[in-house]
Nanobody, 133 residues
Framework: QVQLVESGGGVVQPGGSLRLSCAAS????????MNWVRQSPGNGVEWVSA????????DYADSVQGQFTVARDNAKNMLYLQIHILQPDDTAMYYC??????????????????????????WGQGTLVIVAS
C-alpha cells in the first residue's frame, strides 16, 4: 500500500522560509513523478510544483516560480519543497501527490492544468503552513 506522509509545516513570519518533506513508502519511488498541491480557503486547490521520477525535470506554477524549489532523493524515498520568502498568500495545506507515471509530460494537460489532477492517484494527509506576523 502506497503511503505519503508530509511534514515540515508550521507558523512562519512573512519573509521566512520552510522546507516541507514528503516520505513515501510502498512503492518504487523513482518510478513515479511527484507533485505538490496546496489548498487554501481563498485560492482553493492549486497545483504548485511537479518533478519527474528521475528528478531531472521540474515545473512550477507561475505564482511560485522563483520562490519554491522542488527536489527528491530517490535513495531515501523523499520529496521536498523548499519555500523562500513566505507571504500570507502562501498560507495553505500542502499536499504531496503521486503521479501515475514517471513523466508527467506523458499527458498534455500536465503538470499545470486542473485536468491533470486525475493523474494524481495517491495523496498524503497534508501539512499546514501558516504565514502570519
Amino acid at each position: 500500500q502506497v503511503q505519503l506522509v508530509e511534514s515540515g509545516g508550521g507558523v512562519v513570519q512573512p519573509g521566512g522560509s520552510l522546507r516541507l518533506s514528503c516520505a513515501a513508502s510502498g512503492l518504487t519511488f523513482g518510478d513515479y513523478a511527484m507533485n505538490w498541491v496546496r489548498q487554501s480557503p481563498g485560492n482553493g486547490v492549486e497545483w504548485v510544483s511537479a518533478i519527474n521520477g528521475d528528478g531531472r525535470t521540474s515545473d512550477y506554477a507561475d505564482s511560485v516560480q522563483g520562490q519554491f524549489t522542488v527536489a527528491r532523493d530517490n535513495a531515501k524515498n523523499m520529496l521536498y519543497l523548499q519555500i523562500h520568502i513566505l507571504q500570507p498568500d502562501d498560507t495553505a495545506m500542502y499536499y504531496c501527490a503521486k503521479f501515475t507515471t514517471s513523466d508527467y509530460y506523458d499527458y498534455p494537460e500536465c503538470p499545470s492544468l486542473p485536468a491533470c489532477f486525475r493523474n494524481l492517484e495517491v495523496w498524503g494527509q497534508g501539512t499546514l503552513v501558516i504565514v502570519a506576523s
